[in-house]
């Protein structure tokens, strides 16, 4: 029991209240006369003294990088870079055209490859008796089955089933009509048969 009192004795219990902690007197003289010391140590720069650092550092760490790569000073460098970059661009250009021609060339056999699925779909519509004038509606119709598996063939046969009136209608005879003159038939009006049952009853 006397040591859990002595325990309690050592603890300084004024850094656990509220408020102001005020340090045992020595501890503080102490400590800013540390402070004081430290800041004499410590050396104090300027921003210009900074950036004049910084402008001198890197400028020995390019030299040294140019020296590396193979230049004796940043004028040779520079114009190395020049001439390289001149060189790359007149390549560049040439590379360009032919990119551009590539190009083209690639738009205008897709092209080509497209009118000529076009054309092929219509000339088969044709042989499956569809209608001139519905070629192009059969065919966006058609195009929407073609699968891996199913050819274009195959897909207008079905939309053309599927869809009749895309065929070409068969020829109907009309009916003819007179020029407005109405000859009654032959006879006594007997062969009427509204007349016959009427002249029964008269």
Do not use: C
Request: charged share 30%.
């Amino acid at each position: 029991m006397l040591e859990q009192i002595k325990l309690l004795v050592l603890l300084n219990l004024q850094y656990f209240a509220e408020g102001e902690v005020t340090p045992p007197p020595g501890e503080g003289e102490q400590q800013q006369e540390q402070q004081q010391q430290e800041q004499k140590d410590e050396k104090t720069f300027t921003q210009k003294d900074v950036n004049n650092l910084i402008k001198k550092e890197t400028a020995q760490a390019t030299e040294k990088l140019l020296k590396s790569l193979g230049f004796e000073g940043f004028e040779n460098a520079k114009d190395g870079i020049t001439k390289f970059k001149e060189w790359q661009d007149s390549q560049k250009t040439d590379a360009e055209k032919q990119a551009a021609a590539l190009e083209q060339a690639s738009k205008d056999l897709k092209a080509t490859k497209a009118e000529k699925e076009t054309l092929a779909a219509q000339l088969t519509a044709l042989k499956f008796d569809a209608a001139p004038e519905k070629l192009t509606d059969l065919i966006v119709l058609a195009k929407t089955r073609v699968t891996e598996e199913v050819t274009m063939d195959e897909a207008l046969k079905q939309t053309l089933e599927q869809y009749p009136d895309f065929k070409k209608q068969q020829q109907q005879s009309k009916p003819s009509f007179s020029g407005g003159q109405h000859v009654p038939p032959a006879g006594n009006g007997t062969d009427d048969p509204f007349a016959a049952k009427l002249a029964k009853y008269k």
